[in-house]
């Protein structure tokens, strides 16, 4: 099972910051916080991840409470190529584990 | 970043036929993973396919019913044997795929498989 909790979904004005949530409460000290998302039925794209620390690149930022047991993906200027169902997912980083997906977060952004 | 392809990238089968999708990664890696979407649904590993050894099956899928070949570090299949309407799903490889000193997995565009 998914060690993660989202909301099955959000909205978003376009050009907006979309903040989505993520719970994971039981993450073990060795797990990092992973984003996906997945736009219509393609194949799942990497984001970001990170451990204890805010990350951010050219698509988002994370942001991962200090106790690590929730953290936030942020979209700056969400445009409507962002609407997708966006995947937290906890996993060890390195040795080839798997990752395991929850129902994600559908993200729609509107015109 | 990997390139991944697949093929086919859709089909429509019969049931009780069977279906090779095949996954090509542009450069060597050692693990390969196999996923399936169901319809609505989020993705759930099948199996993990080892260069050189049996691949490792999930609970709730067999070898029997997906059998999987990895005869280099380039290239998987994967078979859905005997298919019913039930095995209509979008079917994804991946790999992982080392980085900037850290690792994750990048997916191929997906199979769309459609039983009849």
């Known amino acids: 099972d998914a060690k993660t909790t989202q909301p099955p979904s959000m909205d978003c004005a376009e050009g907006r910051a979309a903040n989505l949530p993520c719970n994971h409460s039981?993450?073990?000290?060795?797990?990092?916080v992973y984003w996906y998302r997945q736009i219509h039925s393609q194949g799942p794209q990497y984001i970001i991840h990170?451990?204890?620390n805010n990350e951010t690149n050219e698509m988002a930022s994370l942001i991962i409470t200090e106790d690590r047991k929730s953290s936030t993906l942020i979209l700056p200027h969400a445009t409507l190529r962002d609407t997708a169902v966006y995947y937290c997912?906890?996993?060890?980083?390195?040795?080839?584990?798997?990752?395991?997906f929850g129902k994600g977060t559908k993200l729609t952004v509107n015109p | 970043s990997a390139v991944i392809s697949q093929k086919p990238s859709r089909d429509i089968c019969q049931r009780g036929t069977s279906l090779t999708i095949q996954c090509q990664v542009d450069s060597q890696v050692t693990m390969m993973f196999w996923y399936r979407q169901q319809p609505g649904q989020s993705l759930t590993l099948i199996a993990t396919a080892n260069q050189g050894s049996e691949a490792t099956y999930e609970s709730g899928f067999v070898i029997d019913k997906f059998p999987i070949s990895r005869p280099n570090l380039t290239f998987s299949t994967l078979t859905v044997s005997n298919m019913s309407p039930e095995d209509s799903s979008i079917y994804l490889c991946?790999?992982?795929?080392?980085?900037?000193?850290?690792?994750?997995?990048?997916f191929g565009p997906g199979t769309r498989l459609l039983v009849l």
């Open positions: 990170g451990l204890k």
């Open positions: 997912i906890v996993r060890v980083e390195g040795g080839s584990e798997k990752l395991v």
């Open positions: 039981t993450i073990s000290g060795n797990e990092y």
């Open positions: 991946s790999v992982d795929r080392q980085g900037s000193g850290w690792e994750t997995q990048y």
